[in-house]
């Protein structure tokens, strides 16, 4: 049975599943730090191209299989195939989406989309009429359930880690093969049983093999053009100038940095030339207090918005106009930019050692040299490094008071 499938449809089909989960987790990626309707679309979108991928597989995988000449497609259960695919792929999605999940969540929103996985691969299959019945081996099933579980929990956990370029690809070409393998592991366990008294038995409307080939024709250029145009960026906002943002080393001017400017060439009786600056002094100086630093720092819950100690925070990392705050266990999204994250905090305890990233210094408890930067390791229960831009290094190192340390002679780098 399995023997006998038409490869090249099986290449296909694995291809439109691993098309499908790049396209469709690639906006979910987004849906996290999206708010108000274009939170909506996204959503919509992320399982909408999910569904179209793994139900178009799925019948590219029939198709591909060895099935009775005579076989038609009962419009009915193919439609009802679908909407469980999208209808279980939404709800996951949206169930995981909302505020801080919880393993348990997770776990559930992986049963419900697993399940229903497999119950669209069933009622497709079912949806077969002709002179046949259509008997499965109850190993195989089980199997078949267990993969599809897998393969949603999997993809799940791309969600929530929202990877982008080469990580997504991965992650799709893995959920790709995972979906196929469900499928196929069904396919395995299915027998087809001569039954010619119900050649003409099937009731209701009916569709031909080919009928079914181009509506899934039409969803592979669907599919092929939702990843093309996923693939083209998107317009990025102009933002404030920032002053940690340059790893050249050269500070763009701000607003406060020109009145600051314009307060020292005064005071000097210098007019500044076309295009000089001067370095721009810290806040609290020129006679202004030092503001407050915040005490705790708001991060997204399942319920709202929740604030955590400062000192409990490990480090702060970029994540498009928000930013995720790692506490030693894991990383919780908050409202604050990076750019907020950093006037707000302590510059005492904490310090932006690359565009994008923010750590504690107290919580530092390694530190080495890779390639022209470094990279640090942050303590906790689960431990994790960040990226150190080569024009934070020296900073960084007076912070921890490495400043003009050497490494130990076998290994020629310093600290």
Request: glycine letters at 12%; hydrophobic letters at 50%; one cysteine or more.
């Amino acid at each position: 049975m399995f023997a006998g499938h038409n490869p090249y449809l099986v290449a296909l089909s694995v291809a439109i599943a691993v098309l499908g989960g790049y396209t469709g987790f690639g906006l979910a990626a987004r849906v996290r730090g999206a708010s108000g309707a274009r939170r909506r679309l996204l959503l919509a979108g992320a399982a909408g191209f999910l569904a179209v991928g793994i139900w178009t597989m799925h019948f590219i995988g029939v198709m591909a299989a060895p099935i009775p000449a005579d076989a038609t497609y009962l419009v009915l259960p193919t439609i009802v195939s679908f909407l469980i695919c999208a209808l279980v792929v939404g709800v996951s999605l949206f169930f995981v989406s909302v505020g801080e999940p919880s393993d348990g969540r997770v776990t559930a929103s992986a049963l419900l989309m697993g399940g229903g996985i497999v119950s669209m691969h069933y009622v497709g299959i079912h949806g077969l009429a002709g002179s046949f019945n259509i008997e499965h081996e109850h190993a195989m099933v089980v199997l078949a359930a267990l993969i599809a579980v897998g393969a949603a929990y999997g993809g799940l956990r791309i969600f929530l880690a929202r990877h982008v370029g080469r990580r997504l690809a991965l992650s799709a070409v893995a959920f790709g093969l995972a979906v196929s393998g469900m499928h196929y592991t069904a396919m395995f366990g299915m027998h087809f049983r001569s039954a010619p008294e119900l050649a003409h038995a099937a009731g209701g409307l009916v569709a031909s093999p080919q009928v079914l080939a181009l509506v899934v024709s039409l969803l592979c250029f669907v599919l092929a053009a939702g990843f093309l145009l996923f693939l083209v960026p998107e317009p990025r906002r102009r933002e404030a100038p920032d002053m940690a943002t340059a790893d050249d080393g050269e500070l763009p001017m701000s607003a406060t940095d020109m009145l600051v400017a314009g307060a020292f060439a005064t005071s000097n009786g210098h007019p500044l030339r076309p295009g000089q600056r001067v370095a721009a002094a810290p806040l609290g100086g020129l006679g202004q207090p030092r503001p407050v630093p915040a005490s705790r720092m708001p991060v997204e819950g399942a319920d709202g918005i929740h604030f955590i100690d400062v000192a409990d925070v490990r480090g702060v990392r970029a994540d498009a106009h928000y930013t995720l705050v790692h506490d030693g266990t894991r990383e919780r999204m908050s409202p604050w930019s990076i750019s907020e994250a950093e006037t707000q905090l302590d510059p005492d305890l904490f310090l932006r050692v690359h565009r994008s990233h923010i750590v504690a210094i107290p919580h530092v408890s390694l530190v080495r040299k890779e390639g022209d930067g470094a990279v640090v390791e942050l303590d906790g229960p689960a431990p994790h490094r960040v990226p150190v831009s080569r024009v934070k290094i020296a900073e960084l190192k007076a912070r921890l008071g490495l400043a003009g340390r050497k490494a130990h002679p076998p290994t020629g780098r310093e600290y």
